[in-house]
């Protein structure tokens, strides 16, 4: 096998773009080996000091500090894979302990979650500039999962506020760090 030079370019990402092109068997068989949330979910958390949604002018969720979490839902996603992901954001250890380091779960430091479905986290670009969203989950198994999803943060005890399912919303927040991290097991990342 012949060495690269270091002005060869490194060969491109197997997926770069999630689509049609890129084959939907390729897809299934890399979420299948993808590892331990086991679907395509996406999720964007950010941390926050505070965020709040607002549709039509009216204020629908708002938290202090803790998570903002934007949820993209994909058409093979069910509740177990639901449940899979909270215990991830339950536990993911990002919050700073006394000596600054990101040592604290969100139930150490009482964080607050504001959770936003977001089906726009599977746009796909592979055909051109507009995208599309045939990745994604239709509204009528999207919405359930993601009231699942709130009502298992819930359920372990966290204030959770949620924006309006299908509503245009406006989501302002103070993004504390900045602190962002994309959740997903699918080759988006």
């Given amino acids: 096998m ?11 990402p197997a997926f770069p773009f999630v689509g049609v092109d890129s084959g939907y068997h390729a897809l299934r068989a890399s979420r ?4 331990a949330l086991g679907g395509m979910v996406r999720a964007v958390l950010q941390r926050v000091r505070r965020a709040r949604v607002v549709v039509d002018g ?5 938290i202090g500090r803790g998570w903002m979490i934007l ?3 994909g058409r093979e996603d ?3 894979i639901a449940a899979r992901l909270v215990d991830k954001v339950a536990g993911l250890r990002a919050f700073e302990d006394a000596e600054g380091k990101t040592n604290l779960a969100a139930a150490d430091v009482g964080a607050e979650f504001l959770v936003v479905s977001q089906f726009t986290l599977y746009a796909d670009l592979s055909r051109g500039r507009r995208p599309g969203f045939a990745y994604a989950a239709l509204p009528e ?10 009502r298992l943060l819930r359920g372990r005890g966290f204030r959770v506020a949620t924006g309006r399912f299908g509503a245009d919303m406006d989501v302002e927040l103070t993004n504390q760090g900045p602190f ?8 988006w990342s």
């Avoid at 299948?32 to 590892?35: H, P, V």
């Avoid at 198994?141 to 709130?150: D, G, K, M, T, Y």
């Fill in 2 to 12: 012949a060495r690269r030079t270091r002005t060869e370019p490194a060969a491109p």
């Fill in 32 to 35: 299948e080996s993808a590892g």
């Fill in 58 to 62: 009216e204020e629908v969720g708002a």
């Fill in 71 to 73: 949820l993209g839902i």
């Fill in 78 to 80: 069910d509740a177990a």
């Fill in 141 to 150: 198994q999207a919405e359930p999962l993601v009231e699942e999803f709130a």
């Fill in 180 to 187: 962002t991290i994309v959740l997903t097991t699918d080759p």
